[in-house]
């Protein structure tokens, strides 16, 4: 048996603004889109444009309540090309939550406060 990677989930609240952020913050971009038919809920799937792999964002209408991520101790990683550009595209943002230097690293925290860590792609 081989099993490959196919998605990631998360879930937020507010569909259009997480769009919005990991498009300005990570270019990602919408690859498909489920909705189900009663409205219940929809599902988004956002590619990178280079891998298979993808992060799929549920929305729930009837969810109102912040999610619970616990001590939000589980995150997704991202490589970039370009490090220092990332940083200063990430700090004008607004959307640095941790920094850790002597690792060469930092996170960064979408709408819902899932963090997300940005490295350089030599790392990766």
Sequence with gaps: MKFS???NNINVLNLEKSLQFYKESLGLAEVRRHEHENGDFILVYLGDGQSKHTLELTWLR???EPYNLGE???HLAFTVD???????HHKKMGCIC??????GIYF???P?????EVLPARMG
């Design 98 to 103: 941790y920094e850790n230097k002597e690792m």
């Design 62 to 64: 009837d969810r109102t």
């Design 112 to 116: 819902d406060n899932y963090w997300l």
């Design 108 to 110: 960064i925290n979408d």
């Design 5 to 7: 990677f196919a998605h």
């Design 72 to 74: 939000n101790e589980f």
């Design 82 to 88: 370009d490090f220092d550009a990332a940083y200063e």
